[in-house]
């Protein structure tokens, strides 16, 4: 049985690869994935085979990595952060369908939720969702159901692709669904490019998020009714006595 890995590999610093993906991708023969992703590994990894395309090639991506390990080569196939939240492991699940001498393995890598959280603070001790700006795939209406859903039960809140060139103002479109819910001076926060070249981390306030410049390498936090700024870092208690006696 041949087989294909599908690896996270984190935000794009090569020390926030685990152990196990940068394994995989010393003893591969083929590097698949988004171009930009692939990039960012190409250094590290100059004698690969690369099989690489821009956005929106998503499946004929996945059908090009099914058939080299189809072939018998060893292939891992890259996204970020991790492969099962808003990447291809289950894409290609489905069109390994087509290849049945091909074996899926996934393997786990550090999704922007958390990568932005520890750069922002504490943020996402208590329960919270993560939710996609994105309608390419998804209809607003189920995104707009979904942040009005989370932010009336007080959740956390953690948005992936806020921006792009054809979604300008989709943030503040957000914002404002949820408003009925968060105060303007509810804490928030946003991180863009996470460990990559260009890193930086914002602390502000609900009513500033609203108008914040961001893009599809932003992550953005929007803070639980408990949660609080000090010293420049967002953080949401858990609810242990010396939190709420403090």
Known sequence: ????????????AYEMLTIQVESALRECDVIAGYVKYVDLLKPYFPEKEILSSPMMKEE??????????SDGKKVVFVCSGDAGVYGL????????????????????GITAALSGSALLGA?????????????????????????????????????????S?????????????????VPDDRPCG???????????????????????SVDMFTTVFIGNSLTYQKDGKLITPRGYASEVNS
Not at 165 to 181: H, I, P, T
């Open 190 to 212: 946003y991180v863009k490019n996470i460990g990559r070249s260009g890193e930086e981390v914002h602390v502000c306030s609900f009513s500033e998020l609203k108008n914040a």
């Open 165 to 181: 060139k054809k979604r300008a103002g989709y943030l503040e479109k957000a914002c404002n669904l949820v408003s009925e819910f």
């Open 89 to 108: 492991s289950g894409l290609l699940y489905k069109l390994a369908e087509k290849f049945p001498t091909v074996q899926i393995e996934v393997m786990p």
């Open 1 to 12: 049985m041949n087989k294909l890995i599908v690896a996270g590999i984190g935000p794009g």
């Open 60 to 69: 004929e991506r996945c059908m090009r990595a099914l058939e080299k390990a």
């Open 123 to 163: 943020p996402l001790i208590c329960d919270f969702a993560v939710i996609s700006l994105s309608d390419h795939l998804t209809p607003w209406e189920k995104i707009s159901a979904k942040l009005k859903a989370a932010a009336s039960a007080d959740f956390c809140i953690v948005l992936y692709n806020p921006s």
